[in-house]
């Protein structure tokens, strides 16, 4: 459900996809977009801070490698 409403698959995507992986990641998109409109200012730049360290040390480490 996003923003109140259902999210049904498209013709194309029940055709190209009869299991639904394409159906669950663009629901996974909207449930993050959501989560994300709901955040306060401060939690979202405290959450977006934490992904940048955390992908400054994955990268520093995948270059070690």
């Known amino acids: 459900m996003a923003n109140g409403k259902?999210?049904?698959?498209?013709?194309i995507d029940r055709v190209l996809n009869p299991k639904g992986s394409f159906f669950l990641?663009?629901?996974i998109r909207s449930d993050f977009t959501f989560k994300i409109n709901q955040m306060?200012?401060?939690a979202f730049l405290c959450n977006s801070g934490m992904s940048v360290n955390k992908a400054?040390?994955?990268i520093s480490e995948y270059k070690k490698e």
């Open 6 to 11: 259902m999210i049904y698959p498209s013709l």
């Open 25 to 27: 990641s663009s629901a």
């Open 40 to 42: 306060s200012k401060p």
């Open 56 to 58: 400054k040390i994955l």
